[in-house]
């Protein structure tokens, strides 16, 4: 009797940037990173993966990302897709735009708060419409089980929520390019 393996691929090494220095400009993040910053930013930041902002970080800046963690001192707007954290003795003067809000006592939030669903039809972060899994099915015409799998392996861009997946179109367009592209 033959057994047969699933060939899998290989998850890709978590990519990892902690910046302790004085920075200044725009940083953006086209693919997933676990950026940490410690020191002092200013300008712009757009990252994909999770960003956390050190106790003794001071940033200027509109931040936009998926999974953030604030500890230090944040002045600008902060729209986060996935979710939101803000631990003691952490200051944001901002407004805020996530799903999911955690504020730890003694952390400080001055600025407004709007906690909006990714299900909502068109997102937050302007990159337009928001597709569940079966509709992605549909548009890339494979099974649903297939976009889950893509999902839970972290090959496809998506957001977990509620016990069900979301895709943002834009994203699920630019994945279907970039791997035409790396073919």
């Not at 393996?5 to 978590?14: C, F, G, Q, T, V």
């Not at 230090?72 to 954290?85: H, P, R, W, Y």
């Not at 297939?146 to 069900?164: C, F, L, N, R, T």
Request: glycine content about 8%; proline content about 3%; aromatic content about 4%.
């Amino acid at each position: 009797m033959a057994i047969l393996k699933r060939n899998r691929k290989e998850l890709p090494e978590e990519k990892i940037l902690d910046v302790d220095a004085t920075m200044q400009g725009t940083m953006t993040f086209k693919d997933p990173v676990n950026l940490h910053i410690n020191g002092q930013f200013e300008g712009k930041l757009d990252t994909k993966g999770s960003l956390t902002i050190g106790q003794k970080a001071v940033v200027a800046a509109d931040i936009t990302g998926e999974d953030i963690t604030i500890a230090g001192t944040v002045t600008g707007n902060i729209l986060a897709t996935s979710k939101l954290s803000i631990i003691a003795p952490a200051r944001i003067e901002g407004d805020v735009k996530t799903p999911i809000l955690s504020v730890s006592e003694g952390a400080v939030l001055n600025g407004r708060c709007q906690m909006s669903s990714v299900s909502d039809s068109t997102s937050t972060s302007g990159k337009g419409k928001v597709m569940a899994a079966d509709e992605v099915a549909r548009y890339l015409e494979v099974e649903s089980s297939m976009v889950e799998e893509w999902a839970v392996d972290k090959q496809i861009p998506a957001i977990k929520q509620g016990g069900s997946w979301k895709f943002y179109k834009e994203d699920v367009d630019n994945w279907v390019a970039r791997e035409k592209v790396s073919r």
